[in-house]
């Protein structure tokens, strides 16, 4: 079993749906979570980072962190068709820990 | 958010020459940068990591001959792929933690390498 688990998708979904986006997890020592956009050829771009449970707003983006049931998500409300990308679910411990541990990412298409 | 500037974003090159790939921390100071490797549909594979004034960290399986990295200042690290081959055609991603105290990696826009 993989330390992080993202299903890789494709998920497409017509413009203006919710989108929910997971990812699961088996270290109960991580305490931050971070999700991540990635365009094609480009490198990843941070969204919202979480520490330990709970929700985090930031425009259309809500991340969520279940740590109880080891499970964190991405919802994206009014979906647009530059939302299409990957998401990657990155995860870490706390301290002086700084490598975190991705999932394989979940390709988003957004169609008009 | 943080600008970490890779450079350049898409090197071709002959079988046994060697490409340098510059990554840069454009307002604010990057003790540690990390450089990752990315193979299609896969997620991020860190290679290596980058501590300015002193030797970089491998990771397990990755040749440190074969990939030089240098981290001679506070913003600028670079990996040279030496005597490149056809199998490290990739996608090279650096990364750089701001110094928030949070540890967040920030990453740049990733350097496509064509080995022929």
């Known amino acids: 079993q993989k330390e992080v688990e993202q299903d890789p998708g494709p998920l497409s979904v017509p413009e203006g749906a919710i989108v929910s986006l997971n990812c699961t997890y088996s270290?109960?020592?991580?305490?931050?979570f971070m999700w991540y956009r990635q365009y094609s050829r480009k490198g990843p771009e941070l969204l919202m980072y979480?520490?330990?449970?709970g929700n985090k707003e930031d425009g259309r983006f809500t991340a969520q962190v279940d740590k109880s049931s080891k499970y964190i998500s991405l919802f994206i409300r009014d979906s647009q068709p530059s939302d299409s990308a990957t998401y990657l679910c990155?995860?870490?411990?706390?301290?002086?820990?700084?490598?975190?541990?991705f999932g394989r990412g979940t390709s988003l298409i957004v169609h008009p | 958010g943080a600008v970490v500037s890779q450079h350049p974003s898409r090197v071709i090159c002959k079988s046994g020459t060697s490409v340098k790939i510059e990554c840069r921390s454009l307002d604010f100071q990057a003790t540690t940068m990390f450089w990752y490797r990315q193979f299609p549909k896969q997620s991020l594979m860190l290679m290596a990591t980058s501590n300015e004034g002193s030797k970089a960290t491998y990771e397990q399986g990755v040749e440190k001959d074969k990939f030089l990295i240098n981290h001679a200042s506070l913003t600028l690290s670079t990996l040279t792929v030496t005597s490149a081959h056809p199998e490290d055609s990739s996608f090279y991603i650096c990364s750089a933690i701001v110094p928030t105290g949070q540890n967040i990696q920030y990453f740049g826009a990733g350097t496509r390498l064509s080995v022929l």
């Open positions: 979480t520490y330990s449970s």
């Open positions: 270290n109960s020592a991580f305490q931050y």
């Open positions: 990155a995860m870490r411990g706390g301290g002086g820990s700084y490598i975190p541990t």
